[in-house]
T-cell receptor, first 108, second 113 residues
Framework: GEDVEQSLFLSVREGDSSVINCTYT??????LYWYKQEPGAGLQLLTY?????DMKQDQRLTVLLNKKDKHLSLRIADTQTGDSAIYFC????????FGAGTRLAVHP | DAGVTQSPTHLIKTRGQQVTLRCSPK?????VSWYQQALGQGPQFIFQ???????QRGNFPDRFSGHQFPNYSSELNVNALLLGDSALYLC????????????FGEGSWLTVV
């Protein structure tokens, strides 16, 4: 069935780049999404990429999509303490399938 | 431009009771979906409403039901609450049945005791 997998934890130093990876099985996804969730909050749409694109850049965020390998990544440049949160990748056609989330910890 | 709004933000119910959660979609959106997020997990799709009809449903029992109103707002109802229904319930909206950018609200935290 449909599945999305993410690594569970990533620790980076403030100012470094963070790369969060995701693999998915559903090829029918029109868009692939990255959401951010801070403690006790809902999901904040960070960015998304259309399925026929390879890359999308949005300020500090870069999304790379490898359709052949069904691999999606999110790179955060100049990571700050305010970026500490759980990051979810999600894909699907009219319902989203989410990964378990990657907890990003940013330390000084 | 108001985003997706949900109410209430927090509520506590007793096992066996019924609960209704409410959602107003982002301006310009006509499709509403509901998700359940248990602690430490990713959100799970419950169902989607478009043109006041349930269009797709995830793997949730019939105790979970919903409704969409002519103004596109939506309700999620859960009957005969179980302890395992304790979760964050998220509403999402987008334009059209499929595709297009999907936005989420802040969620309703439900605790069943």
């Amino acid at each position: 069935g449909e599945d999305v997998e993410q690594s569970l934890f990533l620790s980076v130093r403030e100012g470094d780049s963070s790369v969060i990876n995701c693999t998915y099985t559903d090829s029918s996804s029109t868009y692939l999404y990255w959401y951010k969730q801070e403690p006790g909050a809902g999901l904040q749409l960070l960015t998304y990429i259309f399925s026929n694109m390879d890359m999308k850049q949005d300020q500090r965020l870069t999304v790379l999509l490898n359709k052949k390998d069904k691999h999606l990544s999110l790179r955060i440049a100049d990571t700050q303490t305010g970026d500490s949160a759980i990051y979810f990748c999600a894909g699907g056609y009219n319902k989203l399938i989410f990964g378990a989330g990657t907890r990003l910890a940013v330390h000084p | 431009d108001a985003g997706v709004t949900q109410s209430p933000t927090h509520l506590i119910k007793t096992r066996g009771q019924q609960v209704t959660l409410r959602c107003s979609p982002k301006s310009g959106h006509d499709t509403v979906s509901w998700y359940q997020q248990a602690l430490g997990q990713g959100p799970q799709f419950i169902f989607q409403y478009y043109e006041e009809e349930e269009r797709q449903r995830g793997n949730f029992p019939d105790r979970f039901s919903g409704h969409q109103f002519p103004n596109y707002s939506s309700e999620l109802n859960v009957n005969a609450l179980l302890l395992g229904d304790s979760a964050l319930y998220l509403c999402a909206s987008n334009r059209g049945v499929a595709g297009n950018t999907i936005y989420f609200g802040e969620g309703s935290w439900l605790t069943v005791v």
